[in-house]
């Protein structure tokens, strides 16, 4: 269950990151109330999460999917550059987090 919570907790960082772009281009309380949303909900999960979890591989994963997963959506939602060497590295990222699941 610790795994889903920081799953969770890493998509609503995700989520968090997506919406300071869309303050930064709305300047809206709504942009600013979802912001504040994402980001408490992310570090409730991964205090959820770090109960059973060592600290070090909690904040590793989670800052793993935040960072990967705020490029990907700036590559999709908002045209930032897909190049070879952006997705070799988020890969990179993202093999770093799963490999520190695994010896877990």
């Known amino acids: 269950m ?61 800052t793993g999917i935040g960072a990967s997963g705020g490029a990907i959506l700036g590559m999709v939602l908002y045209g930032e550059p897909k190049d070879s060497k952006r997705m070799f590295f988020i890969a990179l990222v993202l093999g770093a987090a799963i490999g520190l699941k695994l010896i877990s």
Request: aromatic share 16%; hydrophobic share 60%; net charge positive.
């Open 2 to 62: 610790a795994w889903v919570s920081l799953v969770v907790a890493g998509l609503f960082e995700m989520f968090g990151v997506a919406m300071i772009n869309k303050l930064h281009k709305d300047r809206n309380w709504q942009a600013f109330v979802l912001l504040v949303a994402g980001f408490g909900a992310s570090f409730l999960f991964l205090a959820h999460s770090m109960k059973t979890l060592p600290m070090g591989t909690a904040y590793a994963i989670w």
